[in-house]
Protein backbone atom coordinates (compact mmCIF):
# COMPACT_ATOMS: atom_id res chain seq x y z
CA UNK A 1 0.00 0.00 0.00
CA UNK A 2 1.60 3.22 -1.43
CA UNK A 3 1.68 6.16 1.74
CA UNK A 4 2.69 9.64 1.05
CA UNK A 5 3.31 11.96 4.41
CA UNK A 6 3.77 15.40 3.59
CA UNK A 7 5.81 17.37 6.31
CA UNK A 8 6.96 21.15 6.99
CA UNK A 9 3.46 23.75 6.53
CA UNK A 10 2.79 26.23 8.92
CA UNK A 11 2.27 29.80 9.01
CA UNK A 12 4.87 32.49 7.71
CA UNK A 13 4.51 36.27 6.93
CA UNK A 14 4.49 37.12 3.15
CA UNK A 15 7.72 37.00 1.91
CA UNK A 16 8.97 34.31 4.26
CA UNK A 17 9.98 30.93 3.24
CA UNK A 18 8.81 26.97 3.75
CA UNK A 19 10.17 23.45 2.92
CA UNK A 20 7.89 21.62 2.63
CA UNK A 21 8.80 17.42 2.79
CA UNK A 22 6.64 14.19 1.72
CA UNK A 23 8.28 11.32 2.50
CA UNK A 24 6.67 8.01 0.52
CA UNK A 25 6.37 4.34 1.00
CA UNK A 26 4.88 1.50 -0.82
CA UNK A 27 6.04 2.26 -4.09
CA UNK A 28 9.41 2.04 -6.37
CA UNK A 29 10.33 5.26 -5.84
CA UNK A 30 12.90 5.60 -7.70
CA UNK A 31 11.44 5.28 -10.41
CA UNK A 32 8.26 7.27 -9.95
CA UNK A 33 7.02 11.02 -11.19
CA UNK A 34 6.05 12.89 -7.96
CA UNK A 35 4.46 16.15 -8.19
CA UNK A 36 2.95 18.86 -5.45
CA UNK A 37 -0.63 19.88 -6.05
CA UNK A 38 -2.28 22.32 -4.07
CA UNK A 39 -5.89 23.55 -3.11
CA UNK A 40 -7.17 26.90 -1.27
CA UNK A 41 -10.22 27.09 0.39
CA UNK A 42 -13.23 27.73 -1.81
CA UNK A 43 -10.89 26.90 -4.89
CA UNK A 44 -10.59 24.16 -7.63
CA UNK A 45 -7.07 22.19 -6.85
CA UNK A 46 -3.54 23.68 -8.72
CA UNK A 47 -1.09 21.72 -9.70
CA UNK A 48 2.17 23.37 -8.03
CA UNK A 49 4.93 21.51 -9.64
CA UNK A 50 6.14 18.22 -10.74
CA UNK A 51 9.55 16.23 -11.35
CA UNK A 52 10.53 13.09 -13.07
CA UNK A 53 12.32 10.10 -11.66
CA UNK A 54 15.60 11.12 -11.67
CA UNK A 55 15.25 15.05 -10.73
CA UNK A 56 16.51 15.75 -14.16
CA UNK A 57 13.47 17.79 -15.60
CA UNK A 58 10.21 19.58 -13.49
CA UNK A 59 7.75 21.51 -14.24
CA UNK A 60 6.03 24.84 -12.24
CA UNK A 61 3.00 26.23 -12.22
CA UNK A 62 2.96 29.75 -13.95
CA UNK A 63 2.08 31.24 -10.39
CA UNK A 64 4.89 30.02 -8.28
CA UNK A 65 7.72 29.66 -11.25
CA UNK A 66 10.74 31.69 -10.11
CA UNK A 67 9.73 31.46 -6.26
CA UNK A 68 9.55 27.90 -5.55
CA UNK A 69 12.25 24.75 -6.46
CA UNK A 70 11.26 20.96 -6.38
CA UNK A 71 13.77 18.19 -5.43
CA UNK A 72 14.00 14.92 -4.43
CA UNK A 73 16.29 11.94 -2.33
CA UNK A 74 15.92 9.18 -3.92
CA UNK A 75 18.04 7.43 -0.86
CA UNK A 76 15.71 9.08 1.20
CA UNK A 77 12.32 8.66 -0.74
CA UNK A 78 11.55 11.66 -0.04
CA UNK A 79 10.04 14.85 -2.37
CA UNK A 80 10.87 18.81 -1.45
CA UNK A 81 9.18 22.07 -2.04
CA UNK A 82 11.32 24.57 -1.52
CA UNK A 83 9.05 27.93 -1.47
CA UNK A 84 10.29 31.40 -1.29
CA UNK A 85 8.95 34.92 -1.38
CA UNK A 86 5.76 33.61 -0.37
CA UNK A 87 2.54 35.54 -1.15
CA UNK A 88 -1.05 35.59 0.54
CA UNK A 89 -2.42 33.31 -2.30
CA UNK A 90 0.06 30.66 -1.69
CA UNK A 91 -1.96 29.83 1.05
CA UNK A 92 -3.69 26.26 0.83
CA UNK A 93 -3.49 22.93 1.45
CA UNK A 94 -0.37 21.36 0.08
CA UNK A 95 -0.66 17.83 -1.14
CA UNK A 96 1.49 15.26 -2.76
CA UNK A 97 1.36 12.82 -5.19
CA UNK A 98 2.81 9.91 -7.03
CA UNK A 99 2.36 7.89 -9.88
CA UNK A 100 4.20 4.88 -11.25
CA UNK A 101 5.67 6.34 -14.57
CA UNK A 102 9.44 8.02 -14.54
CA UNK A 103 8.29 11.01 -16.20
CA UNK A 104 5.91 13.93 -15.36
CA UNK A 105 4.36 16.31 -17.86
CA UNK A 106 3.00 19.93 -17.67
CA UNK A 107 -0.07 18.08 -18.39
CA UNK A 108 -0.06 16.27 -15.10
CA UNK A 109 -0.47 19.47 -13.63
CA UNK A 110 -3.25 20.35 -15.32
CA UNK A 111 -5.65 17.43 -15.05
CA UNK A 112 -4.04 15.98 -12.07
CA UNK A 113 -3.24 12.22 -13.32
CA UNK A 114 -1.62 11.46 -10.64
CA UNK A 115 -2.32 7.57 -8.94
CA UNK A 116 -1.49 8.26 -5.07
CA UNK A 117 -2.27 11.29 -2.89
CA UNK A 118 -0.84 12.19 0.52
CA UNK A 119 -3.34 13.58 3.35
CA UNK A 120 -2.05 17.17 2.99
CA UNK A 121 0.01 19.65 4.95
CA UNK A 122 -1.63 23.23 5.42
CA UNK A 123 0.78 26.34 4.53
CA UNK A 124 -0.94 30.06 6.15
CA UNK A 125 0.52 33.12 4.58
CA UNK A 126 -0.16 36.34 6.20
CA UNK A 127 0.82 39.98 4.94
Known amino acids: QVHLVESGGGSVQAGGSLTLSCEASGLTFVAAAMAWFRQAPGKEREGVSC????????YFADSVKGRFTISRDNAKNTVYLQMNSLRPEDTATYYC????????????????????WGKGTLVTISS
Open 51 to 58: INYNGGRS
Open 97 to 116: AAVDRSYCYESDLRYGAMQY
